[in-house]
């Protein structure tokens, strides 16, 4: 199947015959859908904190902060804007000269309120000779879009979102990136008053969010009385993964190349992997807002980490005691207990195990990375579903599932998705060390039987693409989780360039 010139291709991505051969057979013999036992809602698998209980999680994690840990913010960044603006693409596509349906007329009906306004006016007198007033009045609508989303004006439509202009202040205006520099300094702030903030970006844009970072830490660093350390990484070429052709066989490129692809996002649990921290705090780079309705999503992320925190302890004390060989059963049911009502981990037959073999098993559960999970109530916007999942060694614990593996095709497991309570956008905080201290081998922990496989084409022939699993999906299936209830306040995604002209996306 492979040739010289195959191999040496995979050495210089970083990988092997075996591991290609091994996803080929993925895409040839598909998922398995993962057995569902129920939908995770509170009381099931999501705790509802007490306004009361709020107060003490923040004080633990504030304590915790200046106490001389490390604690990082995880930004994926590498997704490019581009869909954002999907409708502007297709009306300069179009016939139309002038904006004819509801999305474009939105768009000019609220012009002056994006953040770019400024930035647009001058690429219009720049290169039409007219400002955005004057374009629009003479019917010039395209040629606004125009230099919104071409490289002769703000390039808006090859750029990643996080580094658009989002929000306007009384003096300036803030990208994504800048918004998330400045969140990290009201949460995520260490004891010597360091900001770690680690963006995963693409490598054609690595240096345009480099050199964004350093021009505007000085700024947000007086603003908020913070020191930054910013990082970038790239999703790693050996994550790539193999596209097949129709007949199964690896695709080929007119070349006679293989073709890959990258691994989606859950190919950056390496990026995580290589992070040198004890916490790490991980949400969307377009999840923003500005700073006068920060307040929740602070308020939350506290809430969310002196929960970890707390949970932790627990644990690490748990891990110390069966360690030492001097435990009772009274305290080995204690510990039970713990894994099955606080940490929603189960086996059917635990009753079965006694002394020591029960000891070994709650070790082995007890012992391994620890994720926290903001869940807010289902209004219909896309995104990862809570449950409660079977996993192949027998145990039930919390997972966030995608609708493709869930097998909609049963009515019980279609209601289950259809009618879930919560879900999940993308608001993690993760604890990746041992109770001795030292990193977790993160990719250990990956369910590799929970991936995706899309139909895509190239040149006009179509192939079988390969997902790594997700990154907060499979890739963190073995962690232990705990799915905690938080407002939807702190959900403000940017789908479309149109979301931003919505309350939360405007100046006070």
């Not at 995963?200 to 505007?216: A, I």
């Not at 490129?253 to 190919?267: E, K, Q, T, V």
């Not at 059963?329 to 037959?349: G, N, P, V, Y």
């Amino acid at each position: 199947m492979f040739d010289e010139k195959d191999l040496e291709q995979f050495k210089k991505k970083g990988t092997d015959a075996e591991t290609v051969k091994e996803q080929l057979e993925l895409i040839k013999n598909g998922f398995p859908f993962l057995e569902l036992e129920s939908a995770a809602s509170i009381g099931n698998g999501i705790m509802a904190v007490e306004e009361s209980q709020c107060s003490d999680y923040i004080k633990t994690w504030d304590t915790y902060c200046s106490s001389g840990h490390s604690i990082t913010k995880f930004v994926p960044a590498s997704g490019a804007a581009s869909r954002m603006f999907k409708d502007l693409f297709a009306f300069l596509e179009s016939s139309n000269s002038a904006p004819t349906t509801p999305f474009e007329n939105t768009f000019f009906e609220g012009i002056e309120k994006f953040a770019f306004y400024n930035d647009l006016n001058d690429a219009c007198l720049k290169n039409d000779g007219g400002s955005i007033k004057d374009l629009i009045a003479s019917g010039q609508h395209k040629a606004v879009v125009s230099n919104l989303l071409e490289a002769k004006g703000l390039n808006y439509g090859s750029l990643p979102k996080g580094l658009l202009k989002f929000h306007s202040y009384s003096t300036t205006s803030r990208t994504p990136l800048e918004e998330h520099m400045a969140e990290g300094a009201m949460y995520a702030s260490g004891a010597d008053g360091t900001v770690h903030i680690h963006f995963t970006v693409s490598p054609e844009h690595r240096e345009l969010f480099k050199s964004l970072s350093d021009n505007c830490a000085k700024t947000l660093s007086k603003r908020f009385g913070t020191a930054y350390s910013i990082s970038f990484s790239e999703q790693k070429p050996s994550t790539d993964t193999v596209a097949a052709a129709s007949d199964g066989t690896p695709f080929r490129n007119s070349d006679g190349s293989i073709l890959f692809r990258p691994g989606g996002h859950g190919a950056l649990i390496e990026n995580l992997n290589d992070l040198d921290t004890d916490i790490v705090f991980i949400k969307n780079i377009d999840n923003v807002v500005p700073d006068h309705l920060k307040a929740d999503t602070i308020t939350n992320k506290k809430l969310l980490a002196g929960i970890l925190v707390t949970i932790q302890n627990k644990v690490f004390d748990y891990l110390r005691l069966l360690d030492s060989g001097k435990y009772t059963d009274a305290q080995l049911k204690q510990i039970s207990d713990f894994m099955s009502k606080t940490l929603c981990c189960r086996r059917k037959d635990i009753g079965s195990l006694q002394g020591k073999h029960l000891a070994e098993w709650l070790q082995s559960k007890l012992n391994r990375p620890i994720r926290v999970c903001g869940m807010v109530k289902n209004v219909g916007e896309p995104g990862g579903g809570p449950f409660m999942a079977y996993n192949s060694d027998g145990t039930v614990s919390l997972q966030i599932l995608e609708s493709s593996q869930i097998d909609l095709s049963d009515e019980r497991k279609k209601e289950m998705f259809t009618q879930g309570t919560h879900f999940n956008p993308v608001d993690l905080v993760c604890a990746v060390r041992n109770y001795k201290g030292a990193p977790f081998n993160l990719p250990q922990y990956v369910d590799k039987a929970t991936g995706f496989i899309s139909s895509k084409s190239k040149n006009g022939r179509e192939l079988k693409a390969l997902e790594l699993p997700g990154l907060w999906n499979g890739a963190m299936s073995d962690w232990n989780t705990i799915f905690v209830e938080v407002p939807l306040t702190t959900f403000n995604p940017v789908k479309t360039v149109n979301d931003l002209l919505r309350p939360q996306h405007q100046p006070a």
